[in-house]
C-alpha cells in the first residue's frame, strides 16, 4: 500500500469508530474554552470539567475574571496543579482581552500566543473548537499514535504537527485531531497497550511495537 492509502485506511477508520466528535471540555463560549484549554495542561479533561463549574460560578467572561483576586482563582483551580502560574495567566490575560480586544477572544493563532499561559497548542485547539479555523492541535496521545502508525518521526510535536498537516486534508483537520484522541483513549495507551488487538497498530503499527511488546510477555 502506498503511504496515501494507507492515511485515506486512517481516516475512514477513524470516522467508523468516531462519526461524532464532542468537545472534551466543557465551554459555552470562546473565553470558557481558552480558561478550560488554559487548565488542562498537564492535566486530564475530566478534572478540568470537576473545577471549571466553581470557576464560572466566579466569573464566565473577562471582565467578571478581572475583578477577582488572583488567590480566590487559585482556590478553586488547585486540583488542576500549577495553580500559582495558571491562576495569574487568567487573571493577567483576561486584562488584555479587556484591554485590547473588548473582552472578546482573537481568532488568530499569533494574538492568541501572545497572552500569558497560551501556547501554540492552546491557540490551535481554541481556533479550531471555538471557531471552526483549520488547526491540528498536537497532544501527548496525538504525539505517540502519529509515531507508532509510521506517520512521524516522533523527534517533536512540531514535526508532528508539520507531518500531519501534510498527510490529510486541511478539512477534515479539527475533527480527525479529536478522534485521534479518543482512538487513544480507547484502544491506543501509552502503557498497557497490545499492538495486536489494536485496530490501527495491528495494521500499521511500527515493528518495534511489536517487538516491544513480546520481550515483556516473555
Known amino acids: 500500500m502506498t503511504k496515501q492509502e494507507i492515511v485515506n485506511d486512517i481516516e475512514n477508520m477513524l470516522e467508523g469508530l468516531y462519526p461524532e466528535t464532542p468537545v472534551p471540555l466543557d465551554h459555552k463560549d470562546p473565553y470558557t474554552l481558552l480558561i478550560a484549554v488554559l487548565l488542562s495542561a498537564q492535566c486530564t479533561d ?9 470557576l464560572f460560578e466566579l466569573a464566565d467572561n473577562p471582565f ?24 495569574k495567566a487568567i487573571y493577567d490575560l483576561s486584562h488584555i482581552l479587556i484591554n485590547k480586544y473588548d473582552g472578546a477572544v482573537p481568532n488568530d493563532m499569533a494574538l492568541l500566543e501572545e497572552l500569558p499561559g497560551v501556547g501554540h497548542k492552546t491557540a490551535s485547539v481554541v481556533v479550531a473548537q471555538a471557531y471552526g479555523v483549520p488547526a491540528f492541535p498536537v497532544d501527548t496521545h496525538i504525539h505517540r499514535l502519529a509515531f507508532r502508525w509510521k506517520l512521524s518521526t516522533g523527534k517533536n510535536v512540531d514535526r508532528t504537527e508539520a507531518d500531519l498537516k501534510r498527510l490529510f486534508r486541511k478539512e477534515i483537520w479539527n475533527k480527525l485531531h479529536l478522534q485521534i484522541i479518543f482512538f487513544g483513549r480507547e484502544y491506543c495507551p501509552a502503557r498497557g497497550h497490545n499492538p495486536y488487538s489494536c485496530p490501527i497498530c495491528s495494521k500499521y503499527g511500527r515493528k518495534g511495537l511489536f517487538q516491544e511488546f513480546d520481550k515483556k510477555k516473555k
Open 46 to 54: 475530566e478534572r478540568v470539567n470537576k473545577v471549571t463549574p466553581a
Open 64 to 87: 467578571d475574571m478581572a475583578k477577582q483576586d488572583v488567590e480566590a482563582i487559585r482556590q478553586i483551580i488547585r486540583p488542576c496543579g500549577l495553580s500559582p502560574r495558571k491562576s
